[in-house]
């Protein structure tokens, strides 16, 4: 494994303190799912982040001060660049975006960027329909030349979207290869450390997947939550915010459950990414009030009732 930037060491600390928490509070009869989180009306990241384009695909850094994206804005290598976005306190707002560069950045459309806990590994996909990673020895040095991820597929069906964990070594991702409930479907492969490749993904089961599109997954750092994107039906749009909780992170996810309406709008609502606090949820829409296609907005975490 990699040595850990010392940026990030406290912050990787924190996240391990929460997932211990969260695991904990056996009662009689045993431990039992969280409950599904509630969130309250997102608002838009502003015109400071947004373009009059495409922007999408959020995947915030552990200490919530970068916030990695995708867009086909001017200024990048091909049709869609990943960029990213600073700010200097949590409660400040993102900006000055800036293009990755020409080393991950291709010719191609790159896709769906997720940062690893420890910042040093960028995992994305592209047009090409794998998964790519790219690492870097610390935080402070620019992202090596990327690779494809060997997920055990053949023939090639098209792997994207992926979503590391904040441990490092389970990655999901959706597919539509053989094996699944319905059209795309969310699958998870495992590997022992950072240095070793992953395992044959597996399925996650009807309780998450259905005979719809069910895709773009996002583990919450503590390992018991699922979010990701779906187009079934009982929905408020064309594609809704879903999420899916467990007791532990050796248990299977449960049936998922839509976010409902104070999320999810009647347009396209996708690509969640939960803050490592678990206080703020990220995603991208295309529901009026953006700046263009296509926007990044952010959602509060409502209190427990």
């Given at each position: 494994?990699?040595?850990?930037?010392?940026?990030?060491?406290?912050?990787?600390?924190?996240?391990?303190?929460?997932?211990?928490?969260?695991?904990?509070?056996?009662?009689?009869?045993?431990?039992?799912?969280?409950?599904?989180?509630?969130?309250?009306?997102?608002?838009?990241?502003?015109?400071?982040?947004?373009?009059?384009?495409?922007?999408?695909?959020?995947?915030?850094?552990?200490?919530?001060?970068?916030?990695?994206f995708i867009s086909d804005r001017a200024g990048g290598s091909g049709g869609g660049d990943i960029w990213s976005a600073t700010r200097q306190t949590t409660a400040g707002a993102f900006a000055n975006p800036k293009n990755l560069g020409p080393v991950v950045n291709s010719p191609r459309n790159e896709g769906a960027p997720d940062i690893s806990t420890d910042g040093l590994e960028l995992f994305f996909d592209r047009d090409d329909g794998l998964i790519w990673r790219s690492s870097r020895p610390s935080a402070l040095d620019p992202f090596g030349q990327p690779a494809p991820v060997d997920l055990h597929h053949a023939p090639r069906t098209g792997d994207g979207h992926p979503s590391i964990s904040s441990d490092g070594l389970d990655l999901y991702f959706c597919t539509a290869r053989s094996g699944g409930s319905g059209g795309d479907d969310v699958w998870v492969a495992a590997r022992t450390s950072p240095s070793r490749p992953f395992g044959v993904p597996r399925n996650l089961g009807p309780s998450v997947n259905s005979p719809a599109d069910d895709c773009e997954p996002g583990p919450s750092s503590d390992g018991l939550f699922l979010f990701f994107a779906s187009d079934r039906a009982g929905g408020s749009g064309r594609l809704d915010i879903l999420v899916s909780t467990r007791t532990s992170r050796s248990d299977p996810f449960g049936r998922a459950t839509n976010l409902g309406p104070a999320l999810n709008s009647y347009y396209e609502d996708e690509t969640p990414e939960v803050g490592a606090d678990g206080t703020t949820l990220y995603f991208m829409s295309n529901r009026p009030g953006g700046s263009g296609f296509f926007d990044l907005w952010v959602a509060p975490r409502a209190p427990a009732s």
């Open positions: 494994m990699k040595p850990r930037s010392a940026p990030h060491a406290a912050a990787v600390a924190a996240v391990l303190a929460l997932a211990a928490v969260a695991c904990g509070g056996q009662g009689q009869g045993g431990p039992t799912p969280p409950k599904s989180p509630q969130y309250g009306a997102p608002t838009n990241l502003g015109a400071a982040v947004n373009s009059d384009g495409f922007d999408g695909g959020p995947s915030i850094s552990v200490d919530g001060l970068t916030i990695y």
